[in-house]
């Protein structure tokens, strides 16, 4: 009898094992459940549409939702996803959402697939507001001007209506409106470091060996890869946005050695890895996002977001508008969007370390000690406080790389798709299991 | 009538099983043999048939460094659960003289599955890293100079965290094949004169071999496929398969993902089919 008893809980436990592993190995997707609002009723009531975001952790922020929900009248629902994850939805499963939130760079990958529609400007009232660069590549003349890689302004517009063509030349065809844009540097942990960081060579130096960390998303460690190889003076690029093969074996070569020697602690390729490696002190100097070095510091651990001689790699994302969305649905797409750049979100977005697609607009929902600490780059009249209660800069504090003009002025790469991507990736993993 | 009722009812019986396998296992992993043979460029695949994929795959060195660092991770872990499981399993089964706690320090072994990826993530940290518990043990201790760097992010790390979250499927199948020794061939084998060192030998290993095999072909295929612990506890800086077929994926080159998917499970199914050759599970059974 009680061997009946025994066999049947053993098997009871095999079976508990094996649907463990089976859940763990099944990654659970939502489906999110958007009744399109029936056309008969609902042709001219504009709340009772919903629409549906995709988007990155960083973008997807319920404040902002809330807010806009409260403003406009109409519901929103927003879906965080991984960079990949993003667009590989916005690429393959076009039903999935209405307003897609990526980067500029993965547009040469989205846009072919016609997805989405393109943005009319003149229906976007704040458009002469927005940042020239996104809309003309002018910026005072700075060096960003010349900078190489995916920057927004090659991917803003459209050749035509239904044109899966970029324009090199401004046309009524908006790609997409910024939202989040930053200059990207290497963080450091000056207490570990001794000493200050001026530049991006500083990664590859022995004094850090086995203390150093890049990120993990072939396209945009190898941009890093190439601004550290760039600065050391161990090769060049005609174009570090779209290296030839010969140029991405090279880099991969270099990546290679410092690899074999011990260089790096460990790779990234989450937000909260490159905040805990830096945290625990495992890695002192590695290529950071601003909101993670922002992480560090609310944990009481000193962090510098470094301005380097050679300048910053530049990331941009904004949100642009799916095929599907006709009539009321687009008509409502359409006030987020003027929505968002009417300055309260730009002021939200400001007071953590970003930049507002439309600064003027956002500097009328800030306070003038804000304004000046976040983008004139002087020193906090008062303790700056983020939208979430977080304190992220004591009064008499300085941004690290100072004022929005000496900031993005300066970014001399972006986030990059490049026409030899593939061979990109398989070098990357040959890197990888070097 | 009754005869060909008779007849039919096992095949009736089994349909719903056959239709749920081929509809979730069968018809997904053809349909990936389908895709591993299509053209891909940087954002969408066409169907075709191409071995380009294939050659791509046999053709580079990666793919032999690759599987080769897998097979490594597949036979530490195996050799590590199976030292550490097999005792486990045998002091449950053999010393544990009631079934109540050999049934609660069975499920105490089940402990490390309550944790999340993330959980383990963070909590490797503060133990292994430079500063971690360990080290500061060695090197207050006066054991070491240098705080160990190898212990975090390291083929050491990535084996231990292995080990650590599969030993289970080690012990359950081995403990569940000690149980059903009949006792009775043990004292007699004791009364024949056996030390216990034959009587392990003879009698309760080959018994129980059918249970290390069923333990093995779950470690096999568990770790073959493993990508995020391999990430996690390697820093990134490890190779295997199932990350190569992440990365591939990440960047939309679903066909190249899916050739190695295929040949992922070609090798995974011929160890799993040499294992079963060595040992007949379905005494098991």
């Not at chain 1, 074999?260 to 790779?267: I, L, N, S, W, Y």
């Not at chain 1, 601003?290 to 910053?312: F, H, M, N, R, W």
């Not at chain 2, 045998?90 to 049934?103: A, D, G, M």
Request: glycine share 8%; hydrophobic share 45%.
């Amino acid at each position: 009898m009680t061997k009946i008893t025994r066999r049947k809980l053993l098997y009871t436990g095999l079976a508990t094992g094996a649907a463990i592993a089976t859940t763990r190995c099944a990654s659970p997707k939502g489906t999110p459940n958007n009744p399109a609002p029936g056309p008969e009723v609902n042709t001219n009531q504009i709340k009772d549409v919903t629409l549906r975001l995709i988007g990155t952790g960083v973008s997807q922020i319920n404040e902002i939702r809330d807010k806009a929900q409260e403003d406009l009248g109409f519901k929103l629902e927003m879906r965080a996803l991984s960079t990949q994850e993003n667009n590989q939805i916005a690429i393959t499963q076009p039903d999935q959402y209405d307003i897609f939130d990526g980067e500029y760079f993965s547009l040469p990958l989205v846009i072919p697939s016609g997805n989405l529609q393109p943005i009319a400007v003149s229906k976007i009232k704040a458009w002469d507001k927005i940042v020239p660069f996104f809309t003309s590549g002018k910026f005072d003349g700075l060096p960003v001007e010349k900078s190489q890689g995916t920057a927004p302004y090659k991917v803003m517009y459209l050749a035509g209506a239904d044109s899966t063509e970029f324009s090199a030349t401004p046309t009524d065809f908006a790609t997409l409106i910024p939202f989040q844009y930053n200059a990207d540097t290497l963080g450091y942990r000056p207490d570990l470091v001794g000493r200050t960081i001026k530049s991006w060579g500083e990664l590859f130096n022995e004094e850090f060996k086995g203390k150093t960390s890049i990120l993990n998303i072939p396209q945009i460690g190898i941009m890093d890869a190439a601004m550290v190889a760039e600065a050391l003076g161990l090769m060049t690029f005609g174009d570090k946005g779209n290296m030839t093969k010969e140029e991405i074996d090279k880099i991969t070569n270099i990546l290679k050695e410092q690899k074999a020697k011990g260089q790096f602690r460990a790779f990234w390729e989450t937000f909260d890895e490159s905040v805990n490696l830096m945290s625990s002190g495992e890695v002192v100097l590695q290529s950071m996002w601003s909101p993670a070095v922002t992480a560090v510091q609310s944990k009481g651990i000193e962090c510098i977001y470094a301005p380097l001689d050679e300048g910053y790699r530049g990331w941009g994302g904004g949100i642009g508008l799916s095929k599907n969305l006709s009539g009321i649905q687009l008509d409502a797409a359409y006030e987020y969007m003027n929505w968002m750049l009417e300055g309260w979100v730009g002021a939200f977005l400001g007071r953590q370390g970003y930049y507002s697609a439309a600064p003027e607009t956002a500097k009328k929902y800030m306070s003038a000690e804000e304004w000046d600490f976040w983008y004139e780059g002087k020193p906090a009249a008062v303790d700056m406080v983020d939208p979430f209660e977080k304190t992220l800069a004591k009064a008499g504090a300085v941004r690290d790389g100072g004022s929005f003009k000496d900031r993005f002025g300066n970014i001399v790469c972006w986030n990059s798709t490049m026409q030899e991507n593939t061979y990109l990736v398989q070098k990357w993993n040959e890197f990888i299991a070097s | 009538m009754a005869k060909a009722w008779t007849n039919v009812k096992p095949y009736l019986l089994a349909t719903p099983q056959a239709i749920a396998l081929g509809l979730f296992l069968v018809f997904p992993i053809v349909l990936i043999g389908v895709v591993s043979f299509w053209e891909f460029n940087g954002y969408s695949m066409t169907p075709a048939f191409t071995l380009d994929n294939y050659i791509g795959i046999f053709t580079s060195d990666v793919t032999l460094k690759t599987y080769l660092n897998t097979f490594k991770f597949v036979g530490l872990t195996w050799l590590f659960t199976l030292l550490i499981g097999y005792p486990v399993a045998y002091f449950l089964s053999f010393h544990v003289p009631k079934l109540r706690w050999q049934v609660l320090l069975f499920l105490l072994c089940t402990i490390p599955f309550w944790t999340s990826n993330i959980i383990r993530m963070i909590s490797w940290l503060p133990l292994l890293g430079r500063e971690g518990l360990v080290n500061q043990l060695l090197v207050g201790a006066g054991l070491t100079q240098q705080p160990l760097e190898f212990l975090l992010y390291s083929d050491f790390a990535v084996v231990l965290g292995l080990v650590h979250l599969y030993v289970i499927f080690m012990i359950a199948p081995i403990f569940n094949s000690l149980m059903r020794i009949d006792r009775t061939l043990i004292t007699a084998a004791e009364d024949m004169g056996a030390s216990g060192v034959s009587v392990f030998k003879e009698v309760i290993l080959p018994l129980s071999a059918p249970g290390i095999a069923i333990g093995s072909i779950f470690i096999v295929t568990l770790v073959m496929g493993e990508f995020v612990t391999v990430r996690l506890m390697g820093g990134g800086q490890a190779a295997s398969i199932g990350k190569l077929i992440q990365t591939q994926i990440g960047s939309l080159q679903y066909p190249l993902a899916a050739a190695n998917a295929i040949v992922l499970l070609a090798v995974t199914f011929a160890v799993v089919v040499s294992i079963l050759r060595l040992v007949d599970i379905r005494k098991e059974l």
